[in-house]
Nanobody, 126 residues
Framework: QVQLVESGGGLVQAGDSLRLSCSPSGRTFSIYNMGWFRQAPGKEREFVAALRWTPSTTYYADFVKGRFTISLDNAKTTGYLQMNSLKPEDTAVYYC???????????????????WGQGTQVTVSS
């Protein structure tokens, strides 16, 4: 059963931008911690970015710092990943993940998140 739905992926050229979105599927719930992960063919799922609602904090993998921005609306129902200056090595399926009750740590592992989306494909050509 899909718990979150991602959208906004597609085929772009190197240097272009995309904005991914993430929202609950079916029943509405609040997102208190949100993470974005990606998985390329033949590779393991890797951490990209995360947001903690309170205390308010964002944190990123080193390879996207300065290029990607994670955000969450004030209703805590829709999250975003703004991706600028895309590179061919960013090509992957991108997944949104969430915790729906307050959590005060800074999780980076897929196993730390409870709800997941089905993924959206991002392809960056050279």
């Amino acid at each position: 059963q899909v718990q979150l739905v991602e959208s906004g992926g597609g085929l772009v050229q190197a240097g272009d931008s995309l904005r991914l979105s993430c929202s609950p599927s079916g029943r509405t719930f609040s997102i208190y911690n949100m993470g974005w992960f990606r998985q390329a063919p033949g590779k393991e799922r890797e951490f990209v970015a995360a947001l903690r609602w309170t205390p308010s904090t964002t944190y990123y993998a080193d390879f996207v710092k300065g290029r990607f921005t994670i955000s969450l609306d004030n209703a805590k129902t829709t999250g975003y990943l703004q991706m600028n200056s895309l590179k061919p090595e960013d090509t992957a399926v991108y997944y949104c993940a969430a915790k729906i009750r307050p959590y005060y740590g800074l999780p980076r592992s897929p196993r730390d998140f409870d709800y997941w989306g089905q993924g959206t494909q991002v392809t960056v050509s050279s």
